[in-house]
């Protein structure tokens, strides 16, 4: 089960109208069977189409997400196929998308909502806090509020400020919501399904510039995994994402600890270090909360070495997370002091200048070299 | 944005277009709607024939039923006489009709409960029996109209200020109370009496009432959602998100202002230079009135029909209750740091209570015995109160790793078991020293 990571040209490079003409296209083509090229868009925009397609009360709502499909083609369709009372655009309003949202699954659906860009969900903020986050702690657990956020985030698209934050470890220090963020075009698919088959708020975080990767996926086969998964999940448990991280690698020497817009950088390192030699496994997180400390930890006690990678600034976020949970769990294990490879902690810089900011696999392979290799 | 080439009278009838297609109400539609007016033929006889419409209704031009009274509407006055119909500040042929002799009996009872909950639960806050409490004492009237004007199955939004209301909608005095006596969860359960949890951060609450309204809706019920918030929150961002929100899907919720001049300290000169708080409303393109909030026949009488009106499709619809907070923000607060004595004596005398007491003695509805039927009924309240709040409720402190989530996770059954650990450590210390 350990994915491919396949990017594509464009996921470095701005999203353009273009290509965006080009996924839509390509998402128009009827699916034919066995693994087809899938761009991740492609594979978000099937789950949620399955999902409504699966339960009437999985409504899509948000800025620009009905007519056009959002502005970068996620929710392409949906409103032509399932109509304007199950996906809508709603006023220009976050704090009021996600307040409506808290409003309507306390009262029997389940909000699938838009973000548009992740500095644009700030003024959600006192919602998501709480109320998303706190209702199901504060009703001792009689009001449910399964409903997913959908935050397209992080950078390297030359987006221009604001349009480029990674906002996920705001999400993730607040104890009731679930984070998860796909690295795989597969992982999107079964991602968001999971996330809305969820009776706890989800904030589901996708890497803007993975939306446009291709992978070889075979759709029907995901749908026919996640039918297995919610009838009872019988036989499939083991490909249940929440709470489970994946090794993307598998390594000796050392291991690479990442999640969402860096794994494919983290994948290009390793497979560059194997041809210095050098063995390093690649676990993705993918659900940052809650956090698979078994995966992280099994990994790091093998390899006795690690690198955690992530685009957000380093200073208070995941990445300083993980160190502390690997320090905690592995010392006796460890060879080498836990190194990371993440942002500056600065706001996230011009289109001109982000490639500066973003890590990058000689960055990674220098931290690795710093690992204490001589005895 | 008001077309360039559309004067006021235009814009209202263009905001009054029917929607196609999304809405399945009837043809009663006052508010905004999301799709954009076109200045067709077609739509200029439906906007006349909407006009006529409001015409047959109320009586009185679209403009006129879309702003608020020129003052306010009061159909009892302060000493308790009813008031002649030209005289209680409605527009000619928008009269309010009078709410039902038992509507207001039993409208009373709640009232003077409410007091007696107020002034029971302030004493049990002196006593340290109560972590805090936010009185509504004086807007017991308001209180009281928001959850009567209710059906069963419609749904009631309350800040913290309003317990005598949550409690008025039939939920248990005491679990109504649970937050205040420090307790970490709601108390009651929203589900079983369609009442949201009170709610601290000001109206965020609001976008929940608009979304349960807008769910009840697509599942093609006529729920009406009650919305409650005072002066100060009209400067909170979501205010206009939700109103915004409920005029452009055209819900059924009525936003219930309950204007006391205070946020803690803070006057509404402060919040506000609008004309009211109900003249907001024109903004979203709804119909805001405005109601002396210490009189609780005007509040039923207005409240009423705004459920009623929104049952058969209005739109959402904004009221503003003009009424006073008596006694400080809570117990925390000293309100003579920021106004007068004289203030609160001109507001005594305007008082909920003694003013439908007179009202009815001089209808013959309420005798002594109803009276001291009603006096005990607040009474036992009252007991129950001090004796509910009085227990110690015993606490599990695994409790709080229970439902942060529907499953606790790995890392939150770590910390539990962490927690389990030092209580076992600390009893077995206890009984050793004990020994």
Same mark, same amino acid.
């Given at each position: 089960?350990?994915?491919?990571?396949?990017?594509?040209?464009?996921?470095?490079?701005?999203?353009?109208?273009?290509?965006?003409?080009?996924?839509?296209?390509?998402?128009?083509?009827?699916?034919?069977?066995?693994?087809?090229?899938?761009?991740?868009?492609?594979?978000?925009?099937?789950?949620?189409?399955?999902?409504?397609?699966?339960?009437?009360?999985?409504?899509?709502?948000?800025?620009?997400?009905?007519?056009?499909?959002?502005?970068?083609?996620?929710?392409?369709?949906?409103?032509?196929?399932?109509?304007?009372?199950?996906?809508?655009?709603?006023?220009?309003?976050?704090?009021?998308?996600?307040?409506?949202?808290?409003?309507?699954?306390?009262?029997?659906?389940?909000?699938?909502?838009?973000?548009?860009?992740?500095?644009?969900?700030?003024?959600?903020?006192?919602?998501?806090?709480?109320?998303?986050?706190?209702?199901?702690?504060?009703?001792?657990?009689?009001?449910?509020?399964?409903?997913?956020?959908?935050?397209?985030?992080?950078?390297?698209?030359?987006?221009?400020?604001?349009?480029?934050?990674?906002?996920?470890?705001?999400?993730?220090?607040?104890?009731?919501?679930?984070?998860?963020?796909?690295?795989?075009?597969?992982?999107?698919?079964?991602?968001?399904?999971?996330?809305?088959?969820?009776?706890?708020?989800?904030?589901?975080?996708?890497?803007?510039?993975?939306?446009?990767?291709?992978?070889?996926?075979?759709?029907?086969?995901?749908?026919?995994?996640?039918?297995?998964?919610?009838?009872?999940?019988?036989?499939?448990?083991?490909?249940?994402?929440?709470?489970?991280?994946?090794?993307?690698?598998?390594?000796?020497?050392?291991?690479?600890?990442?999640?969402?817009?860096?794994?494919?950088?983290?994948?290009?390192?390793?497979?560059?270090?194997?041809?210095?030699?050098?063995?390093?496994?690649?676990?993705?997180?993918?659900?940052?909360?809650?956090?698979?400390?078994?995966?992280?930890?099994?990994?790091?006690?093998?390899?006795?070495?690690?690198?955690?990678?992530?685009?957000?600034?380093?200073?208070?976020?995941?990445?300083?997370?993980?160190?502390?949970?690997?320090?905690?769990?592995?010392? !006796?294990?460890?060879?080498?002091?836990?190194?990371?490879?993440?942002?500056?902690?600065?706001?996230?810089?011009?289109?001109?200048?982000? !490639?500066?900011?973003?890590?990058?696999?000689?960055?990674?392979?220098?931290?690795?070299?710093?690992?204490?290799?001589?005895? | 944005?008001?077309?360039?080439?559309?004067?006021?009278?235009?814009?209202?009838?263009?905001?009054?277009?029917?929607?196609?297609?999304?809405?399945?109400?009837?043809?009663?539609?006052?508010?905004?709607?999301?799709?954009?007016?076109?200045?067709?033929?077609?739509?200029?006889?439906?906007?006349?024939?909407?006009?006529?419409?409001?015409?047959?209704?109320?009586?009185?031009?679209?403009?006129?039923?879309?702003?608020?009274?020129?003052?306010?509407?009061?159909?009892?006055?302060?000493?308790?006489?009813?008031?002649?119909?030209?005289?209680?500040?409605?527009?000619?042929?928008?009269?309010?009709?009078?709410?039902?002799?038992?509507?207001?009996?039993?409208?009373?009872?709640?009232?003077?409960?409410?007091?007696?909950?107020?002034?029971?639960?302030?004493?049990?806050?002196?006593?340290?029996?109560?972590?805090?409490?936010?009185?509504?004492?004086?807007?017991?009237?308001?209180?009281?109209?928001?959850?009567?004007?209710?059906?069963?199955?419609?749904?009631?939004?309350?800040?913290?200020?309003?317990?005598?209301?949550?409690?008025?909608?039939?939920?248990?005095?005491?679990?109504?109370?649970?937050?205040?006596?420090?307790?970490?969860?709601?108390?009651?359960?929203?589900?079983?009496?369609?009442?949201?949890?009170?709610?601290?951060?000001?109206?965020?609450?609001?976008?929940?009432?608009?979304?349960?309204?807008?769910?009840?809706?697509?599942?093609?019920?006529?729920?009406?959602?009650?919305?409650?918030?005072?002066?100060?929150?009209?400067?909170?961002?979501?205010?206009?998100?939700?109103?915004?929100?409920?005029?452009?899907?055209?819900?059924?919720?009525?936003?219930?202002?309950?204007?006391?001049?205070?946020?803690?300290?803070?006057?509404?000169?402060?919040?506000?230079?609008?004309?009211?708080?109900?003249?907001?409303?024109?903004?979203?393109?709804?119909?805001?009135?405005?109601?002396?909030?210490?009189?609780?026949?005007?509040?039923?009488?207005?409240?009423?029909?705004?459920?009623?009106?929104?049952?058969?499709?209005?739109?959402?619809?904004?009221?503003?209750?003009?009424?006073?907070?008596?006694?400080?923000?809570?117990?925390?607060?000293?309100?003579?740091?920021?106004?007068?004595?004289?203030?609160?004596?001109?507001?005594?005398?305007?008082?909920?209570?003694?003013?439908?007491?007179?009202?009815?003695?001089?209808?013959?509805?309420?005798?002594?015995?109803?009276?001291?039927?009603?006096?005990?009924?607040?009474?036992?309240?009252?007991?129950?109160?001090?004796?509910?709040?009085?227990?110690?409720?015993?606490?599990?402190?695994?409790?709080?790793?229970?439902?942060?989530?529907?499953?606790?996770?790995?890392?939150?059954?770590?910390?539990?078991?962490?927690?389990?650990?030092?209580?076992?450590?600390?009893?077995?210390?206890?009984?050793?020293?004990?020994?």
């Amino acid at each position: 089960m350990s994915p491919t990571v396949t990017t594509s040209s464009e996921a470095n490079g701005n999203v353009s109208a273009a290509t965006a003409r080009a996924a839509a296209k390509a998402a128009a083509v009827a699916e034919a069977t066995g693994p087809q090229p899938v761009t991740m868009a492609k594979a978000l925009n099937t789950a949620l189409a399955d999902a409504m397609q699966a339960d009437s009360t999985v409504l899509v709502f948000g800025e620009d997400v009905g007519q056009l499909g959002g502005v970068f083609r996620i929710t392409d369709g949906l409103m032509a196929t399932f109509g304007e009372q199950r996906c809508f655009d709603t006023p220009l309003a976050e704090s009021g998308i996600v307040g409506m949202a808290v409003g309507m699954a306390m009262n029997g659906m389940r909000p699938v909502i838009e973000m548009q860009f992740d500095a644009f969900a700030y003024p959600a903020f006192q919602q998501i806090i709480s109320h998303v986050a706190k209702m199901h702690n504060r009703t001792r657990g009689r009001l449910k509020l399964p409903l997913v956020i959908r935050v397209p985030y992080a950078g390297g698209i030359g987006g221009v400020e604001h349009h480029c934050d990674s906002s996920e470890s705001y999400y993730a220090h607040t104890p009731g919501l679930k984070v998860f963020t796909p690295a795989t075009v597969s992982d999107a698919y079964r991602m968001l399904r999971e996330a809305i088959d969820s009776d706890d708020p989800v904030v589901f975080m996708e890497a803007k510039k993975l939306y446009w990767s291709k992978d070889q996926v075979d759709l029907e086969a995901l749908r026919r995994e996640h039918d297995g998964l919610s009838d009872g999940g019988s036989g499939t448990h083991a490909q249940r994402t929440e709470g489970r991280a994946v090794v993307a690698r598998t390594g000796t020497d050392a291991t690479l600890i990442t999640y969402g817009p860096s794994v494919p950088t983290a994948m290009a390192a390793a497979a560059a270090a194997a041809e210095e030699g050098r063995s390093l496994e690649v676990v993705d997180v993918r659900s940052i909360v809650p956090l698979d400390d078994e995966t992280i930890t099994a990994s790091v006690r093998k390899t006795g070495r690690a690198v955690v990678i992530a685009e957000a600034p380093g200073f208070a976020s995941i990445s300083s997370e993980i160190v502390a949970r690997i320090q905690e769990r592995c010392f !006796h294990y460890l060879a080498a002091p836990v190194r990371r490879v993440t942002g500056f902690d600065i706001p996230y810089p011009a289109p001109k200048l982000e !490639h500066y900011y973003l890590p990058s696999v000689d960055r990674i392979l220098d931290a690795v070299d710093d690992l204490q290799w001589e005895d | 944005m008001i077309p360039a080439n559309c004067g006021y009278e235009t814009w209202f009838r263009t905001i009054l277009k029917a929607n196609s297609g999304y809405r399945r109400d009837g043809p009663m539609t006052i508010s905004a709607d999301h799709t954009a007016a076109e200045n067709t033929d077609l739509n200029a006889v439906q906007a006349d024939a909407q006009e006529a419409e409001v015409r047959r209704k109320f009586g009185i031009s679209l403009e006129a039923y879309m702003l608020p009274a020129h003052r306010q509407i009061q159909m009892v006055d302060p000493e308790g006489q009813l008031k002649a119909r030209e005289e209680q500040g409605t527009e000619a042929g928008h009269e309010y009709p009078l709410p039902g002799d038992a509507e207001l009996v039993a409208a009373f009872e709640q009232l003077v409960v409410g007091r007696r909950v107020n002034d029971q639960n302030s004493a049990l806050v002196r006593q340290g029996r109560m972590a805090v409490y936010p009185s509504s004492h004086g807007q017991e009237a308001c209180q009281v109209a928001a959850a009567l004007c209710l059906s069963e199955g419609d749904w009631l939004f309350p800040t913290y200020r309003d317990a005598v209301a949550v409690m008025a909608r039939g939920v248990d005095p005491v679990e109504a109370m649970t937050i205040f006596r420090g307790d970490w969860h709601g108390g009651y359960d929203p589900l079983e009496h369609n009442v949201g949890i009170q709610c601290t951060p000001l109206t965020t609450q609001l976008l929940h009432a608009v979304g349960v309204a807008h769910a009840a809706k697509l599942r093609g019920e006529k729920t009406v959602v009650l919305a409650m918030c005072g002066d100060g929150a009209t400067s909170e961002g979501d205010f206009h998100e939700a109103l915004n929100f409920a005029a452009v899907f055209h819900l059924p919720v009525i936003f219930f202002i309950q204007n006391n001049k205070y946020a803690i300290s803070v006057p509404l000169s402060h919040q506000t230079v609008a004309p009211s708080l109900a003249h907001k409303a024109v903004g979203y393109g709804m119909a805001g009135e405005r109601v002396d909030g210490n009189d609780l026949v005007a509040l039923l009488a207005v409240l009423d029909r705004a459920v009623k009106l929104a049952r058969e499709g209005s739109g959402p619809l904004l009221v503003e209750a003009n009424t006073y907070r008596m006694q400080a923000h809570t117990n925390a607060d000293d309100a003579t740091r920021y106004r007068a004595e004289s203030e609160v004596a001109e507001w005594m005398a305007k008082d909920p209570i003694s003013r439908l007491k007179t009202y009815l003695q001089g209808r013959g509805l309420l005798d002594a015995e109803a009276e001291a039927r009603i006096a005990e009924h607040a009474e036992a309240v009252a007991k129950q109160l001090r004796e509910g709040l009085g227990e110690d409720v015993p606490v599990d402190p695994q409790e709080l790793f229970r439902n942060v989530f529907s499953e606790p996770t790995p890392q939150l059954r770590e910390q539990s078991a962490l927690l389990a650990d030092e209580l076992s450590r600390e009893a077995t210390t206890r009984e050793e020293t004990a020994r």
